[in-house]
T-cell receptor
Framework: NAGVTQTPKFQVLKTGQSMTLQCAQD?????MSWYRQDPGMGLRLIHYSVGAGITDQGEVPNGYNVSRSTTEDFPLRLLSAAPSQTSVYFCASRVNSGRQETQYFGPGTRLLVL | AQKITQTQPGMFVQEKEAVTLDCTYD???????LFWYKQPSSGEMIFLIY??????QNATEGRYSLNFQKARKSANLVISASQLGDSAMYFC?????????????FGAGTRLFVKA
């Protein structure tokens, strides 16, 4: 199992550009989430999905779109990048198996918006 | 509303000693899960330990244990016999299993430095 994979690892954008951060998991997890990590603020939930075709907003959804056409993939789209979106982005997937409700995280994507 | 508070921005510990990282939480849901994650300098998030709100005993995973005090709403992480490789950021997290079953919230983190 590759677990949770994210591409790209690094990205530099200019203000106003759009791009898609890719996330895939091969563990057949129903739940997938996107977080952003900013210094001193921990991880904040952007969007999440409880299954193919079902998505919902998290704490900080503005400026981002998601879709979930398959169980495996959960891309995050930045519609018009802003410097405030400079951050590290983590994708995670989750299994619900009794007591151990553990999220598995991807390696992260570092995004710099100029 | 859910809230996680980690009041220690940074902690120092001598190698081979034990250290406690503090975490307090707030929720109105009687059913919730508490988590600790480690983030080394390489950036990945590593799951360490889980405690359910109805678990009778404190969770343990190797050198990690969770000091769960439900009445105080605290879920402190105890690392025994610290190693140099334990130097990292540590995040406490929580998920309400009824009202907020799909959302995990994180604290701001504590950076642990292990001294040789």
């Amino acid at each position: 199992n590759a677990g949770v994979t994210q591409t790209p690892k690094f990205q530099v954008l200019k203000t106003g550009q759009s791009m898609t951060l890719q996330c895939a998991q091969d563990m057949n997890h129903e739940y997938m989430s996107w977080y952003r990590q900013d210094p001193g603020m921990g991880l904040r939930l952007i969007h999440y999905s409880v299954g193919a075709g079902i998505t919902d907003q998290g704490e900080v959804p503005n400026g981002y779109n998601v879709s979930r056409s398959t169980t495996e993939d959960f891309p995050l789209r930045l519609l018009s990048a802003a410097p405030s979106q400079t951050s590290v982005y983590f994708c995670a997937s989750r299994v619900n198996s009794g007591r151990q409700e553990t999220q598995y995280f991807g390696p992260g994507t570092r995004l710099l918006v100029l | 509303a859910q809230k996680i508070t980690q009041t220690q921005p940074g902690m120092f510990v001598q190698e081979k000693e034990a250290v406690t990282l503090d975490c307090t939480y707030d929720t109105s849901d009687p059913s919730y899960g508490l988590f600790w994650y480690k983030q080394p300098s390489s950036g990945e998030m590593i799951f360490l330990i889980y405690q359910g709100s109805y678990d009778q005993q404190n969770a343990t995973e190797g050198r990690y244990s969770l000091n769960f005090q439900k009445a105080r709403k605290s879920a402190n992480l105890v690392i025994s016999a610290s190693q140099l490789g334990d130097s990292a950021m540590y995040f406490c997290a929580m998920r309400d299993l009824n009202t907020g079953g799909f959302k995990t919230i994180f604290g701001a983190g504590t950076r642990l430095f292990v001294k040789a």
